[in-house]
């Protein structure tokens, strides 16, 4: 036995360890940066925030659900904790309609969504203005449009007739788009979220079966998996948002009825449960919802929505290994938004729900707030915030552990040729 053959080994498996290992848990807060209304409107309009791209843009709309107009948020313009919006008319090829919404933004700042005026039309934003998309063998889709990649593939739902198909839109080279069916489980469904490889994430009915609607993945060919439920006996699943990974996330109802997160990696779903706590909830009867994962980002951090101890349905954050966590307990209540003139502190901030992260471990949230009217009255606004962290741990994928895995047996191969 030779000692000197020995101690590259020895120092290669702790390089290889030291380089792959996840990185010590850290305690993790968020900085608030509140996304305003435009200049000129009034100041107390709610605004909802749905895309988030990897600088920092955010695409959603200000308004109520009876009137709508498309908003952009443009980083790192920032006036201190606010950042105002940009409102983008909806004018698609020079006709007005009443009503615009955002849903995703893509690197490139290309952004989908739906414009409508007693009907509602998939529309992408490029080039400075809108375009309506087409749809199978007519002119313009009536259905909506969810997301758009940075190679601009655009995925989302036809609606002809009132009865939903998956779809997606390829760019066919001359500026424009080819839309096409995606294949299902026999039945409609819905294409919600497009990664960067083309995969895409949704639902689809599953063929005679009443009521019954199984999440799915699409691979770039067309080919479709079904991702399952929690519970065969529900039936019901549906997929929200995909990362580079191929990891999905949405809600499914579980073996008591209720809707509960999943998380689907490696060819299995798992329920993410609710905020700890949750299982006392004197109410818990009643409640239909106990969370839903509205996004994943390729760091493997999952947000949404999720019920907690006391019934108040919160934004969360869950992360491997540490579970679920109100987003509202990472928020210093020293954080520089509350001094605004504005805001009527003694209520605080309440984060009701997360709709999308990215991989610098932002969060696209919707928070309801006390406006200040005066020395003590207020007046309850919902806005989009983005929480930005203040420090960013590395939280691996599997991918990643797969890479150590590698890594170490390279690195034992090298150990036993130098023996």
């Given at each position: 036995?030779?000692?000197?053959?020995?101690?590259?080994?020895?120092?290669?498996?702790?390089?290889?360890?030291?380089?792959?290992?996840?990185?010590?848990?850290?305690?993790?807060?968020?900085?608030?940066?509140?996304?305003?209304?435009?200049?000129?409107?009034?100041?107390?309009?709610?605004?909802?925030?749905?895309?988030?791209?990897?600088?920092?843009?955010?695409?959603?709309?200000?308004?109520?659900?009876?009137?709508?107009?498309?908003?952009?948020?443009?980083?790192?313009?920032?006036?201190?904790?606010?950042?105002?919006?940009?409102?983008?008319?909806?004018?698609?090829?020079?006709?007005?309609?009443?009503?615009?919404?955002?849903?995703?933004?893509?690197?490139?700042?290309?952004?989908?969504?739906?414009?409508?005026?007693?009907?509602?039309?998939?529309?992408?934003?490029?080039?400075?203005?809108?375009?309506?998309?087409?749809?199978?063998?007519?002119?313009?889709?009536?259905?909506?449009?969810?997301?758009?990649?940075?190679?601009?593939?655009?995925?989302?739902?036809?609606?002809?007739?009132?009865?939903?198909?998956?779809?997606?839109?390829?760019?066919?080279?001359?500026?424009?788009?080819?839309?096409?069916?995606?294949?299902?489980?026999?039945?409609?469904?819905?294409?919600?979220?497009?990664?960067?490889?083309?995969?895409?994430?949704?639902?689809?009915?599953?063929?005679?079966?009443?009521?019954?609607?199984?999440?799915?993945?699409?691979?770039?060919?067309?080919?479709?998996?079904?991702?399952?439920?929690?519970?065969?006996?529900?039936?019901?699943?549906?997929?929200?948002?995909?990362?580079?990974?191929?990891?999905?996330?949405?809600?499914?109802?579980?073996?008591?009825?209720?809707?509960?997160?999943?998380?689907?990696?490696?060819?299995?779903?798992?329920?993410?449960?609710?905020?700890?706590?949750?299982?006392?909830?004197?109410?818990?009867?009643?409640?239909?919802?106990?969370?839903?994962?509205?996004?994943?980002?390729?760091?493997?951090?999952?947000?949404?929505?999720?019920?907690?101890?006391?019934?108040?349905?919160?934004?969360?954050?869950?992360?491997?290994?540490?579970?679920?966590?109100?987003?509202?307990?990472?928020?210093?209540?020293?954080?520089?938004?509350?001094?605004?003139?504005?805001?009527?502190?003694?209520?605080?901030?309440?984060?009701?729900?997360?709709?999308?992260?990215?991989?610098?471990?932002?969060?696209?949230?919707?928070?309801?707030?006390?406006?200040?009217?005066?020395?003590?009255?207020?007046?309850?606004?919902?806005?989009?915030?983005?929480?930005?962290?203040?420090?960013?741990?590395a939280v691996p994928e599997p991918s990643s552990w797969a890479l150590m895995a590698l890594g170490l047996a390279v690195t034992l191969r090298l150990g036993r040729r130098r023996a």
């Open positions: 036995m030779h000692v000197a053959s020995r101690l590259p080994l020895a120092l290669g498996l702790s390089t290889a360890l030291a380089l792959f290992a996840p990185a010590p848990a850290q305690a993790l807060t968020f900085s608030l940066v509140d996304l305003g209304i435009a200049p000129g409107w009034e100041a107390r309009q709610p605004t909802t925030g749905y895309g988030l791209n990897a600088r920092g843009d955010v695409i959603g709309q200000i308004g109520t659900s009876q009137s709508t107009q498309t908003a952009l948020w443009t980083a790192p313009v920032q006036d201190g904790s606010r950042r105002s919006a940009v409102y983008v008319p909806p004018v698609a090829n020079g006709v007005g309609y009443r009503n615009g919404v955002g849903y995703q933004i893509n690197d490139s700042g290309h952004f989908v969504g739906t414009l409508s005026d007693g009907g509602n039309m998939a529309a992408v934003f490029r080039d400075g203005g809108w375009a309506v998309l087409p749809g199978v063998g007519v002119a313009q889709s009536t259905g909506r449009a969810y997301a758009i990649n940075d190679a601009g593939t655009i995925a989302g739902q036809d609606l002809p007739g009132n009865y939903g198909f998956p779809l997606r839109w390829l760019p066919n080279g001359n500026g424009g788009y080819t839309p096409q069916r995606l294949n299902g489980l026999g039945g409609g469904g819905i294409a919600r979220d497009i990664n960067q490889s083309g995969q895409m994430a949704g639902a689809s009915n599953v063929g005679a079966l009443l009521g019954a609607s199984h999440a799915v993945l699409w691979q770039a060919d067309n080919t479709v998996t079904d991702l399952g439920v929690l519970d065969a006996t529900r039936n019901h699943s549906e997929a929200f948002a995909l990362n580079d990974h191929g990891t999905v996330v949405g809600a499914s109802r579980n073996a008591a009825g209720k809707l509960e997160a999943f998380r689907w990696i490696d060819g299995a779903m798992s329920g993410l449960g609710a905020i700890p706590g949750w299982e006392n909830n004197p109410h818990l009867g009643a409640v239909s919802t106990l969370s839903q994962a509205r996004d994943v980002n390729n760091l493997g951090w999952v947000v949404g929505s999720a019920l907690r101890a006391d019934g108040q349905t919160v934004g969360f954050l869950w992360r491997e290994g540490l579970g679920m966590v109100d987003l509202n307990t990472l928020i210093s209540p020293a954080d520089p938004w509350f001094g605004g003139s504005d805001v009527f502190n003694p209520h605080g901030l309440l984060i009701t729900g997360a709709s999308a992260t990215n991989d610098r471990g932002q969060i696209l949230v919707s928070a309801v707030y006390n406006y200040r009217l005066g020395p003590a009255n207020a007046w309850q606004v919902t806005h989009a915030f983005l929480l930005s962290p203040d420090a960013l741990p």
